[in-house]
């Protein structure tokens, strides 16, 4: 089961892939989509039988390096953190592949595009299901190749290439971090296998080496080698230049990477490694303090987008940076938690951002929009929905897992603890706002759009529609519904060795026993949010514009981003475009050709062209030319002599 649940994604793709031409849409639809529902289907069914029977399984599928001492099978992990994220990709994927058949019915390459999706989610099944760092690093970097190919997939658009390479080029940086960080632990414990390393790690957890002439911690080094990687693929401050621009991708590619895949790699990948992690202070603080930083960062660039799926993309940047506060707090739990929750809402909201899109005549400016409440009634319902789950409104899923980190980083012992719970508070209520924005900009006000556009608003199909209300399903109940079991009275036996917390970790134990007054506090910034936001837009729309104009160096430094794109362009890009106009005109071209080939040739045209002067044609020249020879050879041999 648990190899069908992994592999038929890979047999759609293949199929669709191969065989789309004469498969048609239809088929290549019919295809991937139902091997999808079927891997759903089966993730489901698995995931009571392994959260809940409390066993850990491995699955051998294959011999894959064996190269003198180092040895890497190919072997399905299946623990309690596999079933959770199987459940999330292949549901999400499944109803993405679902939705996809009516948002691009009218593209001509659907046999590719859903390729490609089925590409993505086996690649991301590989992530999850790995026994080891080699096979992880084998999912890690096929989710990177998948996610250039969907955010690329409409090349004729420079935009869309340009955010394919954009996204490819960053992840690389983290990825070097966890390539090394691989290789580390190999040089050092001699195993790649999770269980082999895990075991070994506190046996080092004193280890220093040196580097520079420094001792340096040994575990905590691998630690922030590891993070580094989940900084790229999770967009991490720093390194979140990426995903705004992914959204050039098609709306349904737009839900996959930012609700199930890709970005929650890196939450996963630091849950994974909490036996690690749980070894090193220094690399848990430095995760705490990101992960609050990119909350509030990310937040804040949201108050002020205008496209309705850059709000969305910002708000998952600002919710990974939620996940990975409680990472480093010590509250894997809670952080998986909101993975788990957020899935559900956040592709709700992407997928309903799409239905809007699409009865919009494809125009993503909500200053354009307006007033279509009344016109796409069940997008509105169920873009409220997603809202609500967001927002933290109370029994929502989000109400539980994002309230339950606010309330870890409280609890917390390490030194950025508090740092973490104010950037969290403080962001609840910008998240409040920016979302709560987001609806009354888009379907509350008077029509923005032109006339054209508003007769030809519609509701989207039912194929598109039936995804978002099972979507809204999860986001308003599965947080009532796991909350017991995920950081609960159940979570000791519902996680059981999946998630390792180190003797002096009683994070999940404190939470619980916080002041009423920091428990009630993340409800209170979601109310505030609500009811400036209804201020600015319901019943004051004057006064976002005059705040602009009032303030407007901070506007332009939130509307261009804390100008990250343009600060990276300044040290990084132009730079290197610097170096390689330099080493291609003046090293490749001036030097090694200059030298080389070109010079030797040119030399030679010199040569033949001085002698092809010297044809000139006529008879008393070459009588000239011969008369001189003869002198010269009388002139050696008068002066030489011969022996």
Known sequence: MYSAIVFLPLLGFLIAGIFGRWLGPRGAQLVTSGLLVVSAVLAIIAFPNVTFGGVTEHVQIMTWIDSGAFESDWRLRIDALTAVMLVVVTSVSALVHIYSIGYMSHDPHQPRFFAYLSLFTFAMLMLVTADNFIQLFFGWEGVGLASYLLIGFWYQKPSANAAAIKAFVVNRVGDFGLILGIATIFLTIGSVEFDTVFKAIPHFATKTFMFLGHEVPLVTTISLLLFMGAMGKSAQFMLHTWLPDAMEGPTPVSALIHAATMVTAGVFLVARCSPIFEFSPTALTFVT?????????????????????????????????????????????????????????????????GSVIHAMSDEQDMRKMGGLYKLIPATYAMMVIGTLALTGFPLTAGYFSKDAIIEATYAGHNPMHMYAFGMTVFAAFLTSFYSWRLIFMTFHGKPRADHHTMEHVHESPLVMLVPLVILAMGALGAGLIFERFFIGEAHETFWLEAIYRGAANHVMHDMHNIPEWAGFLPTAMMVLGFALSWLFYIARPDLPAELARTQEPLYKFLLNKWYFDELYDFIFVRPAFWIGRLFWKQGDGRIIDGMGPDGISARVVDVTRGLVRLQTGYVYHYAFAMLLGVAALATYFMLGGVR
């Open 289 to 353: 303090f990101i992960g609050a930083t990119t909350a509030f960062f990310a937040a804040t660039i949201g108050l002020v987008q205008n496209d309705i799926k850059r709000v969305i993309a910002y708000s998952t940047c600002s919710q990974l940076g939620y996940m990975f506060a409680a990472l480093g707090v010590g509250a894997y739990e809670a952080a998986m938690f909101h993975l788990f929750t957020h899935a559900f809402f956040k592709a709700l909201l992407f997928l309903g951002s």
